[in-house]
């Protein structure tokens, strides 16, 4: 199965709002409302941000918001902060009754 | 709270298989509602979905590393475990163990990870 696609990288400066795209297939993302998305800090383990496309774990920022369109999910974080310097993952279900992983985003806070 | 501890090898020769065990605490892993997973990590690089199972026995792997993993439970123990066969330098990564929230399919708890080394 293919990686989802993300872009290697974004930046944006403190107090911005970024948005990063994840795009998979009608087998995958298109298919399900099974989107989550994880927080990764270097040496850790990922920790989950966003799940059901749009829902929020409790004691997860509201600065972190999610939504689906099609085959493309997209995470976006608003009022940037230094802490959100992170890797971020997106992952779907998947129709082979798997999960797949994007290829991760890199988030440099300026 | 859930806990997941992995544990295992942290080199293991080409060609032979790998072998992780994940000692989960906090909850039973008999309990219903959650797939046991294992993720990868290559260095530098994204997770990778390897596989997981239920505490039934049913499991789904990554089509891509079906053949060569087997992933079992042990709900007397409270554990589950990977097998990886014919290892080679490509399947140093750091393993991570993991709950997977069957209703929604997320991942809400994840042990540390260990780093396995393919080497001889």
């Known amino acids: 199965q293919s990686v989802l696609t993300q872009p290697a990288s974004v930046s944006g400066s403190v107090g911005q709002s970024i948005t990063i795209s994840c795009t998979g297939t009608?087998?995958?993302?298109?298919?399900?409302?099974?989107v989550s998305w994880y927080q990764q800090y270097p040496g850790k383990a990922p920790k989950v941000i966003i799940y059901?496309?749009?829902n929020r774990p409790s004691g997860v920022s509201n600065r972190f918001s999610g939504s689906k369109s099609g085959k493309t999910a997209s995470l976006t974080i608003s009022g940037l902060q230094a802490e959100d310097e992170a890797d971020y993952y997106c992952?779907?279900?998947?129709?082979?009754?798997?999960?797949?992983f994007g290829g991760g985003t890199k988030l440099t806070v300026l | 709270q859930v806990q997941l501890q992995e544990s295992g090898p942290g080199l293991v020769r080409p060609s032979e298989t790998l072998s992780l065990t994940c000692t989960v605490s906090g909850d039973p892993v008999r309990a219903g509602g959650y797939y046991w997973t294992w993720v990868r990590q290559h260095p530098g690089k994204g997770l990778e979905f390897i596989g997981y199972?239920?505490?039934?026995?049913?499991?789904y792997y990554n089509p891509s590393l079906r053949s060569r993993a087997s992933i079992s439970i042990d709900t007397s123990k409270n554990q589950f475990s990977l097998k990886l066969h014919s290892m080679t330098a490509a399947d140093t990564a750091v393993y991570f163990c993991a709950r997977d929230r069957s209703a929604s399919e997320y991942f809400d708890s994840w042990g540390q990870g260990t780093l396995v080394t393919v080497s001889s």
């Open positions: 199972i239920y505490y039934s026995g049913e499991t």
């Open positions: 009608s087998s995958d993302v298109g298919r399900y409302e099974y």
């Open positions: 059901d496309v749009s």
């Open positions: 992952c779907s279900y998947t129709t082979t009754t798997t999960l797949v």
